[in-house]
């Protein structure tokens, strides 16, 4: 799960990066339905700086309701991954 979030923080455009540095984020959150431990923290941080994102410290929270999930919050954006949000999706478009 950490692995394709940060595949997908690695496959943000240009843009995308300027949008997020606009928003002049003092933090980023990064919450999860599971601890995260130093490596993994050490890889976030790598692929945040990587990017050029600023920030000047990342808070890690856990929330088991994400099923195992993760989200990365930036104030208004986020990124997001979880087994609860794959399912609706899907459900989605079996029934549409």
């Known amino acids: ?3 394709k979030i940060i595949e997908n ?4 455009n240009n843009d995308k990066i300027e949008e997020i540095n606009k ?5 980023i959150e990064i919450i ?3 601890e995260v431990n130093k490596e993994q923290q050490d890889n976030f941080e790598k692929a ?4 050029k994102i600023n920030f000047s410290k990342i808070k890690y929270a856990c929330n ?3 099923i ?3 989200e990365v919050k930036i104030k ?8 609860k949000e794959l399912t609706e999706n899907f459900l989605k478009n079996i029934n549409g």
């Not at 928003?23 to 933090?27: G, T």
């Not at 945040?48 to 990017?51: E, G, I, R």
């Open 1 to 3: 799960i950490i692995n």
């Open 9 to 12: 923080i690695n496959n943000l």
């Open 23 to 27: 928003l002049n984020p003092n933090f």
């Open 32 to 34: 999860t339905s599971f």
């Open 48 to 51: 945040f700086k990587n990017k």
């Open 64 to 66: 088991k309701n994400l």
């Open 68 to 70: 195992l999930g993760i």
């Open 76 to 83: 208004s954006f986020v990124l997001s991954w979880n087994l």
